[in-house]
């Protein structure tokens, strides 16, 4: 993960006097970044892994480290609103995996492999299930991540999210989603980086010139004190 351990350890240096720090890796696909948060945090956190393909999540699901820490599992995708949708993939625990059309996957999709899968968005869920808060939201489902931070309208709007990592890059041109979009929604509440190797670079978008489709990572830590 280049770049991502550093920025979860000052993330985790950051939230080291939070009491549990709630995490959520939203497409954990087979847990890679579900384990390095479990190592980062020390095992204390509670941590929700969020899978909606079925051999990904049976996978996950079987992964003996994360289920003797307990790690809780969800078979769902995060989105703007809930009900189903129709993820694409190329094979069974593919890592990229997408409920959008992308036009350049990595691995072309294949339509046999097409599975319905349940939508429901960070607010509802965090409702339903009585999560006041969210220390980090990491979003990595493949050009979905700005549909995802929407249906976080209420959560963001009544700071319950601490961090938010998102993945922007190739996909987005098939989501038709622009890093000006992420800024309007983050950008006046959010001190926002750029992660690369070894660390951190702060970044402000400054217009097209910032519109970068090569895949990179983003932090974003809510300000103590957002503007007016």
């Given at each position: 993960?280049?770049?991502?351990?550093?920025?979860?350890?000052?993330?985790?240096?950051?939230?080291?006097?939070?009491?549990?720090?709630?995490?959520?890796?939203?497409?954990?696909?087979?847990?890679?970044?579900?384990?390095?948060?479990?190592?980062?945090?020390?095992?204390?956190?509670?941590?929700?892994?969020?899978?909606?393909?079925?051999?990904?999540?049976?996978?996950?699901?079987?992964?003996?480290?994360?289920?003797?820490?307990?790690?809780?599992?969800?078979?769902?995708?995060?989105?703007?609103?809930?009900?189903?949708?129709?993820?694409?993939?190329?094979?069974?625990?593919?890592?990229?995996?997408?409920?959008?059309?992308?036009?350049?996957?990595?691995?072309?999709?294949?339509?046999?492999?097409?599975?319905?899968?349940?939508?429901?968005?960070?607010?509802?869920?965090?409702?339903?299930?009585?999560?006041?808060?969210?220390?980090?939201?990491?979003?990595?489902?493949?050009?979905?991540?700005?549909?995802?931070?929407?249906?976080?309208?209420?959560?963001?709007?009544?700071?319950?999210?601490?961090?938010?990592?998102?993945?922007?890059?190739?996909?987005?041109?098939?989501?038709?989603?622009?890093?000006?979009?992420?800024?309007?929604?983050?950008g006046r509440h959010f001190d926002m980086f750029?992660?690369?190797?070894?660390?951190?670079?702060?970044?402000?978008?400054?217009?097209?010139?910032?519109?970068?489709?090569?895949?990179?990572?983003?932090?974003?830590?809510?300000?103590?004190?957002?503007?007016?």
């Open positions: 993960m280049t770049g991502e351990r550093a920025a979860l350890d000052y993330v985790a240096s950051r939230l080291r006097k939070t009491p549990e720090p709630v995490l959520f890796d939203v497409g954990a696909n087979v847990g890679t970044f579900s384990l390095a948060c479990l190592d980062a945090f020390d095992g204390r956190c509670q941590l929700h892994a969020f899978e909606p393909a079925s051999a990904t999540f049976e996978r996950l699901r079987s992964t003996s480290a994360l289920a003797i820490a307990g790690v809780l599992f969800h078979k769902l995708a995060l989105s703007d609103h809930e009900g189903t949708a129709i993820l694409h993939s190329s094979e069974a625990c593919a890592s990229i995996a997408s409920l959008e059309r992308l036009g350049r996957p990595v691995r072309p999709f294949v339509k046999e492999l097409d599975e319905q899968v349940a939508l429901t968005t960070v607010d509802q869920f965090c409702q339903c299930n009585e999560i006041e808060r969210i220390d980090l939201l990491k979003l990595d489902i493949e050009g979905h991540e700005l549909a995802a931070l929407r249906g976080a309208e209420r959560m963001l709007a009544e700071n319950r999210i601490r961090f938010i990592q998102f993945e922007f890059g190739e996909n987005n041109v098939s989501s038709r989603t622009y890093l000006a979009d992420f800024d309007s929604v983050l750029r992660i690369v190797p070894g660390g951190l670079v702060p970044w402000l978008y400054e217009g097209g010139r910032s519109e970068l489709f090569a895949t990179m990572n983003y932090l974003c830590e809510r300000r103590a004190k957002g503007p007016n």
